[in-house]
Every structure is written in C-alpha cells, then in structure tokens.
C-alpha cells in the first residue's frame, strides 16, 4: 500500500484546487496550440499534442494513485506547485501572494490555512526532554513566568498529542469556532515540550483573529468572547514566539552588536509568510492597546523577532513608527520600552540605524512645539535618550547632526539679513532652542571627540549668535536657555567656551536699573522663551533672573575646563570687577551676587595657592596639561574648591524647589487651615 499524502495535500485536492488547476493547463495548452497552428507547425505540433495528451493522461492517474511522482513531492512543492513550471505564466487565482500581500499580514481565511506547510516541520517531543530540563538555566525570565502564570505547562506529557484538528478543519465554515481555555493550554504545552510548529502555526492564527477581532469584514478563524481568553491569547503570543523561533531558526549576534539574521534555509523560507504576518499584525495590535503593562510586553517581547523580518523594509518602517509614537505619547515604563525597541533596531545595521536617527529627529522637532509644564518632563526624557542614539557605534551620525546643525545656522543667518519680527520668530522659538539643547547634548555624550568632534565649534557659533541677535531684557530667557545648554556642553567635554562676557551683562543690567513693585507671582523661565509685558522691570522678574544668572555663572567658572585652568585668577579678575562695579551703584540689595563674589575671591585664592609651587613657565605645554590633569581631578571630586562645594548647594536648593513646585502644580501635599 502506498504512503499516505499529507494532511495538507489532501485538503488542498479536496477544495477541488488541483482540478482547477489542471483545467486551467488544459486550456493553456489548447490556446499554445492555437497559436503553434497558425505558425504553420503543423507536424511539429501533431507531434506536441501526443505528448501533451500522455502528460495530461499522467495528472489524471496522479490524482487517483497517491503512489505516483506527485505523491511522492514535499508539502511546499505541492503547494507551489513546482510540477507547473513550464506553465507558471498561466496566472491561476490560487496562486502565492505577492511579496507587498505578505508585507501587509492581511492574510484571508486561505492563508490561514496556507501555513499548514509549517506543520511538516515539526521535530518529534523526545528531543526537548533534556532541554526542558534546561530551561532554568538557559532561559530564566522565561521559565520564572511560565512558574508564575501557566505553572501546569512544566509537567511534561511525552504521550500528549494536538487533539483539535476538528476545530481546524472549521476554519472554512461561516461560523468560527470559539476559542477556549482548554485548546490554548493544548498549545501551550506543545510548544513548551516540543517546540511545536504546528501548534505556533495554530496560535498565531488565533492571534491574528483577537487583533482584527473589532474589525467589519474580516474572515476570522477564531471567535473569542471572553477578556480573559484575549489576553491570554496575546500573553501566549507575545512569549512563546521568540522562544520558538529562537530554536528552530537562531539568529546571531555579532561582536560589534548588529544583529546577522538566520540563514535562508529551507525551514526559515517556510517560517517566513507565518513571521511576518504575526510581525504586522503585532504592529496593527500595539495602536490599538491601552493598557501599559500589556504594551510594555508587546514591545519588549516584538524586538526579539527584529532578525526575522529584516528583510521587509515596509515591516520595519511600520514598527519604527509605531515605537516613536509611543515613545512620544505614551506612559514613562512605555516609552521607555519603545526607547529600548528603537536603539535595538538602530544596532542592528547601519541602514536602519539611520532610519531611526531621522525619524526619532523629526518626532522630536514636533513635540517641540507644545513646551509647557505637562510636557516638558517628557520632552527632556524624549531628548535625552535620542541623543544615546546618536552615539552608537557604526552609525551615520555625523552626516545628520551635519544637516540639521546646518539648517539651525540657515535660520539664524536669514534673521541676521531681515531683521524683521517675523524673521527674528524663526530663532527665538521652542523649536531653536530645543535643538541646541539636544545636539549640546549629543556632542556631551561623546566627550567632544571622535567623528562628531568637527561639529562642536559650529554649534557654539550658532548659538552665540542667537544670542547676540537680539539683547533686550524680555529675550533674557531665551539667553538663558541656550546658556545652559553651552554650559551643559563646556562641562562634558574639553572645549573652553566664554560664557562670562554674556553673563555678566545681564547682571549688571538687573542690579543697576530700579524695579518696581509688583504682585505677579515668581516666572518659571524654564516655560518661557520671552518674559510677558507685565514682567519687565518687575522687582519679582529681577530676582528671578539673578538668581538664575548667578547659578549659572557660577557653575561656569566651577566647570572643569575652566576652575582646572592655570590662569583661573586672571579670568575672574574681569567678572569682578564688573560685579563690583554695578553693586555700587545698584538700586537694590543683591545678595546673591555679594556671595558669589566672595566665592570667585575663595577659589581664586586656592589656585594661587597651588601654582605657587610650579616650577615651569607658561610654554611649556606639557607640564602644563599635566598640572591641569590634577586639578581637574581635584575640581571634579569638589573637596578642596570652594567654588564648586557652593554650586552643590544651589543645585540642592534648586532640587527642592522644584519638587516643591511640581507637587503645587499636581495638587499634592495641600494644608488646608480652619478660618477663625
């Protein structure tokens, strides 16, 4: 007796597909005969026709003997139908989706039941007794959730066999079968033991149908009427797909971090369609979850199947954008997940790190705009870990800080030939100062060195520049924004940038012109890029900007590249002087200032002190860069500088106070007292 054809094979000549398709090459043969006639090939074909009637006398005998050759054919080449080579032209309705179809995951009812291939590649349960055992060891978040969630899945069952091919072989009818708890347990320990590709097949079925389950006009395979049975489904999903994966097509991870993607071999060519649909269908799921503990997951456990679809450009451009708009939009643990997704995939080739670098710039250019109390927490954090991505290793950093560095110098340049109201808006906005923060804050994060090293001098002139466009008081805190930023830049790398020439100004202005009262409460000028009308020449407006020129002053001069100079008494001879020359004649008491000074005077003292005992000249740059490697070690422990030990202080101070702020604005600790 003969061997039995696959479960696939069948289904597919029961649906009445393999006539259709050997109609369909009878009528291309008729027409190709047709056409050889009128050539006047008339023996030739005589001879063709034979031939051609034997070939199809064969099809007829393959369908009644599952013997023959076509018995003997592989589930993929049945199913492609490879014996149709010769007539692949004939363009039949049944035939393999395109690769734009398999990039879209929108797989109908008949895909669903195309991944039936995935089951011949199933291995036998015996082989994964030992690694079982192992699953501790290999994989122990892995095995700690299976402990705490789906404990009855570790009691192995080698005898244990898929019993719900009944509920496949409904996949067809108008009504979908309802999904329970016992047949997703049946696949969850199948894939647990023995790493079943049938029973994955199965539950990413099931997972496509809970993803469009809200959907008109989808044919679904599973019904699911339950949240529980839901979230277990997406659970399962999200979980057992990597560790699947993971074993039957490992991918590697290479020395310098990228990832190299699994062999096209014949399993993984099969695995493909069944990866990507679950990939896009994951992508359609994460924009329509709310719940943050499910999200964190989703992203987390999708990253792992990033080696697996690298191949598909649309995939990985809708994964990107989806991981942006959460990590814009989304809770703090969520964008943090969706941070942690996107630097993934910008270690995984140079391609996609610069996709990512470009898209995670312009998503941040747009939150620019809406700065206010509610956003800024998150612009910072957005800002932050964008910079991170900049700095990898590999990447093609240098040529976008280049463009966009370039553009900010564009802007400030047409303002500078204007100088109209409107032209001055297109420097002194949210999104011009944002941008010099951030790449301040990408030049930091690489010490001033390697390929991005160019790019600190043109940042520093540009944003000197936009300074210096406009000086009047009610621009101060757009000044102070981009002061902080070069202060920012000057403190974490070796680049020695003069801030005193712009700071002292602004001081001396303050304390030399008279305020006037005022009930307006304290300006926060980290929310404001030009103070509003009614704060100028406000005494609660002149406190404010003191106090914050003077943090800032001070921090300068506290710096490393600046406090560790050999001639830091030289430099604070002009700060002084200036400050004490405005205190003389200043309309108010300053107190800020006078201990500022005092502080200048202390650590002035000190490094005199300490170059007192050097024994080389000015010249000599060795001894001198040496010299100056001591005491910026010495500076930046803060234990013998006074300057730096009083700036700790202010930043402690100013801790404080903004989480007392923060904990008024959300309404937090309120004393409520009893009127008499």
């Given at each position: 007796m003969g061997k039995k054809a696959p479960k696939s094979a069948r289904k597919f000549a029961s649906k009445g597909h393999l006539k259709k398709t050997i109609g369909d090459r009878k009528k291309h043969q008729q027409i190709k005969k047709k056409i050889q006639g009128r050539r006047g090939a008339h023996t030739k074909v005589s001879k063709k026709v034979v031939e051609e009637d034997h070939d199809i006398e064969e099809d007829d005998q393959e369908v009644d003997e599952p013997t023959s050759r076509k018995a003997r054919m592989t589930v993929?080449?049945?199913?492609?139908?490879?014996?149709?080579q010769d007539e692949s032209d004939a363009g039949s309705g049944e035939e393999a989706d395109s690769d734009e179809e398999m990039d879209d995951g929108e797989d109908s009812e008949d895909d669903n039941a195309s991944f039936g291939s995935v089951d011949d590649l199933d291995d036998d349960g015996e082989a994964h007794l030992l690694e079982l055992s192992k699953l501790a060891e290999k994989d122990p978040e892995f095995f700690k959730y299976l402990q705490e969630n789906d404990k009855e899945l570790l009691e192995f069952d080698p005898d244990a066999r898929d019993d719900d091919e009944d509920m496949e072989n409904r996949m067809g009818e108008t009504s979908a079968p309802l999904l329970t708890k016992e047949i997703l347990q049946r696949w969850q320990k199948a894939i647990l033991e023995t790493r079943s590709l049938r029973a994955l097949r199965k539950l990413l079925i099931a997972f496509r149908s809970a993803a469009h389950m809200n959907e008109e006009e989808q044919v679904l395979a599973w019904r699911i009427d339950?949240?529980?049975?839901y979230d277990k489904v997406l659970t399962t999903a999200f979980r057992y797909t990597p560790v699947v994966l993971s074993h039957h097509v490992p991918y590697k991870m290479l020395p310098s971090g990228k990832l190299k993607p699994p062999a096209q071999t014949p399993k993984f060519k099969t695995l493909q369609k069944l990866i990507l649909s679950y990939f896009n269908n994951a992508i359609f799921l994460l924009g329509q979850m709310t719940d943050a503990d499910m999200l964190k997951t989703a992203i987390s456990e999708l990253s792992k199947t990033l080696p697996y679809v690298m191949s598909s450009r649309k995939s990985i451009k809708a994964y990107t954008k989806r991981c942006l708009d959460l990590w814009s939009s989304a809770d703090d643990t969520v964008r943090m997940s969706a941070?942690?997704?996107?630097?993934?995939?910008?270690?995984?080739?140079?391609a996609d790190a610069d996709y990512v670098m470009k898209q995670s710039y312009m998503t941040l250019v747009k939150c620019f705009k809406a700065t206010n109390a509610h956003t800024l927490p998150a612009i910072t954090f957005m800002k932050n870990t964008a910079s991170e991505l900049y700095t990898l290793p590999g990447g093609g950093a240098y040529q976008h800080a280049f463009g966009y560095i370039r553009q900010l110098a564009i802007h400030l340049r047409n303002s500078m030939k204007v100088?109209?109201?409107?032209?001055?808006?297109?420097?002194?906005?949210?999104?011009?100062?944002?941008?010099?923060?951030?790449?301040?804050?990408v030049l930091a994060r690489g010490k001033g060195e390697g390929v991005l090293k160019?790019?600190?001098?043109p940042l520093i002139q540009v944003s000197l520049g936009a300074i210096r466009l406009i000086t009047n008081s009610r621009s101060y805190p757009f000044h102070l924004h981009v002061l902080r930023s070069l202060l920012h830049l000057t403190s974490h790398t070796p680049t020695y940038i003069s801030?005193?020439?712009?700071?002292?100004?602004?001081?001396?202005?303050?304390?030399?012109?008279?305020?006037?009262?005022?009930?307006?409460?304290p300006?926060?000028?980290e929310l404001h890029i030009r103070a509003p009308q009614q704060y100028l020449k406000t005494k609660v407006y002149h406190e404010t900007l003191i106090e914050e020129s003077t943090f800032l002053l001070a921090s300068w001069l506290a710096s490393p590249p600046v406090h560790s100079n050999l001639a830091f008494p030289e430099l604070c001879i002009p700060v002084t002087t200036s400050l004490r020359k405005a205190l003389k004649s200043s309309k108010a008491a300053s107190p800020s200032v006078k201990t500022l000074l005092e502080r200048i005077d202390e650590s002035s003292k000190w490094v005199e002190e300490k170059r007192r005992s050097v024994a080389f000249g000015p010249g000599n740059l060795v001894e001198v860069e040496k010299w100056t490697g001591e005491m910026k070690e010495k500076v930046e422990k803060g234990k013998e500088a006074l300057l730096v030990k009083y700036v700790k202080v202010l930043k402690r101070t100013r801790e404080k106070q903004r989480e007392m702020m923060e904990k008024a604005r959300k309404g937090e600790d309120e004393i409520v007292e009893d009127e008499d």
């Open positions: 993929d080449d049945f199913l492609g139908a490879k014996f149709m339950s949240s529980e049975i941070f942690l997704a996107l630097r993934k995939l910008a270690s995984s080739s140079e100088k109209t109201k409107e032209s001055f808006k297109m420097v002194y906005n949210w999104q011009f100062a944002h941008s010099v923060d951030f790449w301040c804050l160019p790019l600190v001098y801030l005193a020439p712009i700071l002292v100004p602004i001081i001396t202005n303050i304390i030399t012109t008279k305020p006037k009262p005022s009930t307006l409460k300006l926060d000028l």
